[in-house]
């Protein structure tokens, strides 16, 4: 059971959000949460925080050495992810007006 928790525990925190995320993945990582553990579907806390958007928590899961690497379950890497949620309007993948500029992303990978 402990592993499983140590498993998904980013993965949740990513996707709950709010101001103190940062804090409680740092606290979550210090006693042993897996930086790459992945859901029931595969997904990693990186895979998540591309997909809500939560772009400061993707810079840090980063930053901290999570691997860009690791698909979920349907063979989709982090990065896939943004097709689904970086876009406003239109029907799907690519279709409508990007939600945040260039200048509005910070870098996810270090350097």
Sequence with gaps: MREQIGCVALVRAVQAGGPHCAQVMELLLAAGALLDGQDY???TA???AIRYNRLGEAAWLVGRGAHLDIPDF???LPLHQVGGVGWEGGGG???GRPRLTVSETPPLLPG
């Design 41 to 43: 579907d595969g997904r």
């Design 46 to 48: 990186l895979h998540q």
């Design 74 to 76: 349907e063979g989709l």
């Design 93 to 95: 993948r690519g279709e």
